[in-house]
């Protein structure tokens, strides 16, 4: 399948567009502040392009469901080939979804191919691909990654992201097994007796985690979340009674909150996924298997609620708001300036276009949203939340529609048609403000 469309001014439809982008944004190093690759497989080459392509991307085990492949060639024991071919059967298919694009870029950019595999082609790309396998290490300079902050768990070893040779990889925490108290969870942590061994032990890994340079941590907020403010006495009775219910993850999550301004970390909200849908399929793949759906609306009370406590506090850390659910990308985006910090820097943030709004009309609807609602200058634009290192050839595709978007608007009249300016404002928003804000 030739992929002649992916020309140089790809996605840049006028010549402001290919100015704003040549000239001020396509060299640009990436920051990548939330992403879930492996940093134990980063110096290594992948055992074939399957392995590589298509064993670790949920996006497109969705899709080769979807297209009516069997699970046993999409999450479960057929080889990597057979993987790779049902990959290559439904990728076709895949026409006018994001995971073309994204495809596309992956083999032209990654392996230099003007063309992705199709059943006609999986024998050549594969034979082709196979004999140029680079290591993850070597396809994050391929896409001039500068840092990347991967997402651990409270008891993953974060000694290792030191170890990665010539990018700058930090953890960052994936606090969800904290609010989750599962007992073999909590065994491992060897904090099962009361709350305060509890918050004590996580404490002390939080100051692992600080020490191996993390300044991000993250969680989900899922469709039916609600936040209760609740008291220590109610948590610490909610704890020994291994009641791990709305009131005592709410006061984790708050605890966590000024643990996190403590430090000066980051606190990103992923909020509205609907994970328990198929049953089936998550025993069959597990827990980030791609069968997630949109959640209903966001609680945006009780989200105001929380962040009022901690600012009340003096505790409030910076925050990222991921949403999934575009009818509240309005009201999310407000927040920006309902919680202002008294030294004039920007407390929350508006995220990117994230998970299945991650295409063309979705990140141009959120570059919309934050121009109508917030400070687009000031966003800290783009993150792969990839299990891929392929993907970080989405920092190009979002880099492409941000200068096209800017610069229709100047073709329009509605922006000044002065590349410097909205150059400029690219640069910033594609690499400048996520470097400088999230290290505070």
């Given at each position: 399948m030739k992929t002649t469309f992916l020309t140089e001014d790809f996605l840049l439809e006028s010549p402001l567009a290919r100015e704003v982008y040549h000239g001020h944004v396509e060299g640009l190093p990436v920051v990548d502040y939330h992403n879930h690759l492996d940093v134990r497989t980063l110096g290594q080459a992948a055992a074939d392009i399957g392995v590589l392509w298509v064993a670790s991307d949920p996006y497109k085990h969705r899709a080769m469901r979807m297209a009516g492949e069997p699970e046993r060639v999409v999450t479960g024991g057929a080889s990597s080939r057979e993987k790779f071919d049902a990959w290559a059967r439904t990728l076709p298919k895949t026409l006018g979804n994001p995971l073309f694009h994204w495809s596309c870029l992956e083999m032209k950019q990654v392996f230099g191919l003007d063309e992705v595999p199709d059943p006609a082609s999986a024998d050549r790309i594969w034979e082709a691909c196979n004999a140029a396998l680079p290591t993850g290490v070597a396809v994050l300079e391929r896409f001039r990654v500068k840092q990347l902050s991967t997402s651990d768990d409270l008891?993953?070893?974060?000694?290792?992201?030191?170890?990665?040779?010539?990018?700058?990889?930090?953890?960052?925490?994936?606090?969800?097994?904290?609010?989750?108290?599962?007992?073999?969870?909590?065994?491992?942590?060897?904090?099962?007796?009361?709350?305060?061994?509890?918050?004590?032990?996580?404490?002390?890994?939080?100051?692992?985690?600080?020490?191996?340079?993390?300044?991000?941590?993250?969680?989900?907020?899922?469709?039916?979340?609600t936040y209760v403010p609740t008291s220590f006495d109610e948590a610490a009775r909610l704890y020994a009674a291994g009641e791990a219910d709305a009131r005592l993850r709410s006061f984790l999550l708050h605890w966590l909150g000024t643990e996190y301004a403590r430090r000066g970390w980051v606190l990103l909200l992923h909020i509205g996924a609907l994970r328990s849908t198929s049953s089936r399929l998550r025993t069959l793949s597990g827990p980030a298997g791609g069968y997630a759906a949109l959640g209903s609306g966001c609680d945006i009370r009780s989200l105001c609620t929380l962040?009022?406590?901690?600012?009340?506090?003096?505790?409030?850390?910076?925050?990222?708001?991921?949403?999934?659910?575009?009818?509240?990308?309005?009201?999310?985006?407000?927040?920006?300036?309902?919680?202002?910090?008294?030294?004039?820097?920007?407390?929350?943030?508006?995220?990117?276009?994230?998970?299945?709004?991650?295409?063309?009309?979705?990140?141009e609807a959120n570059l919309e949203t934050l121009s109508a609602y917030s400070l687009l200058p000031l966003s800290v634009g783009m993150t792969t939340d990839s299990r891929s290192v392929l993907s970080f050839s989405r920092h190009d595709y979002f880099r492409r529609i941000l200068c096209n978007f800017l610069a229709s608007k100047a073709v329009r009249g509605q922006l000044p048609a002065d590349a410097d300016l909205l150059g400029r404002v690219a640069a910033d928003i594609a690499c400048h403000n996520a470097e400088h804000w999230i290290d505070g």
């Open positions: 008891l993953d070893d974060v000694s290792l992201h030191a170890r990665v040779p010539r990018v700058r990889v930090t953890p960052s925490l994936r606090g969800d097994s904290i609010l989750s108290l599962r007992k073999p969870w909590l065994e491992r942590l060897g904090a099962v007796s009361d709350l305060e061994a509890f918050l004590e032990a996580v404490r002390s890994r939080l100051d692992v985690f600080a020490a191996a340079g993390c300044r991000i941590a993250d969680h989900a907020l899922d469709d039916g979340w962040l009022d406590t901690l600012e009340a506090s003096g505790r409030l850390p910076r925050c990222i708001l991921f949403n999934l659910n575009p009818s509240d990308n309005a009201a999310l985006a407000t927040l920006t300036g309902s919680f202002a910090a008294e030294d004039g820097a920007p407390k929350l943030q508006f995220g990117p276009a994230w998970w299945y709004n991650d295409h063309l009309a979705g990140i």
